[in-house]
């Protein structure tokens, strides 16, 4: 029997960890969930042009909120296609609410709208396609062998002695 690790990112993550450059996204409260929102702001060094935040960096938060839902709903997800449409500029140094919502969940696929608004106004929307994918996909690379490493020695460390 294998363990079951539960929903998680890893803490350099750009949009949900605690890298200095990041946005911190809250990771959702439990699993299953169908719906995210959390409040973020883009700083200077989210810029674009003069007090906007850049486009790619809206469409990255848009990603993460969407894709923060789907791996919470189904344990890991990736995406597949995320399509973005900017409706307004997106200020720097303003409160924002990211909000996802799984519009359907089939096999491996997941369908996800999210939005970024300024109080009413909605400033950008996302329509995405996420994937469930085998905890072998992220193992790969160094940095996630290591990374599952470490998964398994706290694991071990919270297994029953006999």
Same mark, same amino acid.
């Given at each position: 029997m294998s363990a079951r690790i539960p929903p998680h990112h890893d803490p350099a993550c750009w949009g949900c960890g605690d890298n200095a450059l990041g946005i911190r996204l809250p990771q959702p409260a439990t699993e299953g969930l169908e719906e995210y929102e959390a409040y973020f702001h883009f700083d200077e060094r989210h810029q674009g042009g003069p007090g906007l935040a850049h486009? @790619?960096?809206?469409s990255a938060a848009l990603d993460e909120a969407c894709g923060l839902?789907?791996?919470w709903y189904r344990f890991p997800a990736v995406t597949a296609r995320i399509f973005v449409r900017y409706r307004r500029p997106v200020p720097i140094n303003t409160e924002l609410l990211a909000r996802a919502e799984l519009e359907s969940g089939h096999g491996r696929r997941m369908h996800v709208r999210g939005t970024i608004t300024d109080g009413?106004?909605?400033?950008?929307?996302?329509? @995405?396609a996420f994937l469930h994918v085998p905890l072998e996909h992220f193992l790969s690379t160094p940095e996630g062998r290591a990374a599952g490493e470490a998964w398994r020695r706290r694991l071990e460390g919270d297994?029953?002695?006999s």
């Open positions: 486009g @790619g960096m809206v839902l789907a791996t009413d106004e909605v400033l950008a929307e996302a329509r @995405g297994a029953p002695t």
